[in-house]
């Protein structure tokens, strides 16, 4: 520990980790979640790489997850060794795309498989996202590196972000995004969504969530006060018209696409 600062060093920080991991299969054991245990390392205890990369993991899946990381990490850095600190800011930021670019590939294999199956999609990047679903063998046999992330990440016509948020993907285009008229930016800000982005598109499994948030609403809407309640009813309802619209105006693949 460095004297007044009350930063920690790495085998502080390792044994935190692993008194973590101990509490967390310790209450995944009571509560009976086995799946939600934390496996064993087969290289060994956890160590801060293993924690970044789940942090990574974790960021990349997380609506707006650049803000996550900053608020997460500045924290991190400021906790552990100055040395550590210094070598890992680069790589934070590589980890954070590689794992950005496992997710949208995830994605992306998502709506294609769906298209295969029959299922539509609707809303204005519709027609994009079609397109863009036709590279998704493209990711399934590319190994994902911090290089093929950069490039991949500035490929807009490829990157189909998931905003289960907001029930909906993004097609991320800078030009047409309503997230941030401020500033142009790299990436789309999900935690800021606006209805009517022409970067929108929406799957049959969204519709089918929709309706599903707008009945919790209306049963959550009958055990509060009037005026929550019908604020609560108003939003089921314009949920419920999202999915309806995406029921008339969802197209799907031709009978003879490949
Ligand atoms: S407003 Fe548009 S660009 Fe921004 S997250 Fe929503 S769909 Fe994406």
Known sequence: MRPGTGT????????????FVHWANTEADRCGLTGET???????????????RSLAWHIARRPNGLV??????GHLRTAISGAYASRGRGGIHELIDIETVRAVAD?????????????????PAARRAIKASATAPRFAG???TATTAKRLLVNEDAIIYDNPHALLLCHYKRGTALCH????????SLDHCVPGCGNIVRTDRH???????????????????????TR????????????????RTRITLPEDAP
């Not at 920690?8 to 008194?19: H, S």
């Not at 996550?68 to 990490?73: D, T």
Request: net charge positive; proline share 6%; no cysteine.
């Open 68 to 73: 996550a990381l900053a608020i997460q990490y």
């Open 142 to 144: 590319t190994v994902i």
């Open 207 to 229: 519709a089918i969530q929709l309706r599903e948030r707008a009945n919790a609403l209306d049963r959550a809407a009958s055990h509060v006060p009037q005026p929550v309640g």
């Open 38 to 52: 934390i496996p064993p390392d087969p290289l060994g205890n956890i160590g801060t790489a293993r924690f970044r």
């Open 232 to 247: 609560l009813r108003a939003n089921a309802d314009r949920l419920r018209a999202h999915a309806d619209t995406h029921d």
């Open 181 to 188: 008229r401020d500033g142009v930016k790299d990436a789309p």
């Open 107 to 123: 994605t992306v294999a998502d709506v294609h498989d769906d298209l295969q199956a029959g299922r539509g999609v609707s809303g």
């Open 8 to 19: 920690l060093k790495l085998t502080t920080f390792r044994r935190r980790i692993d008194a």
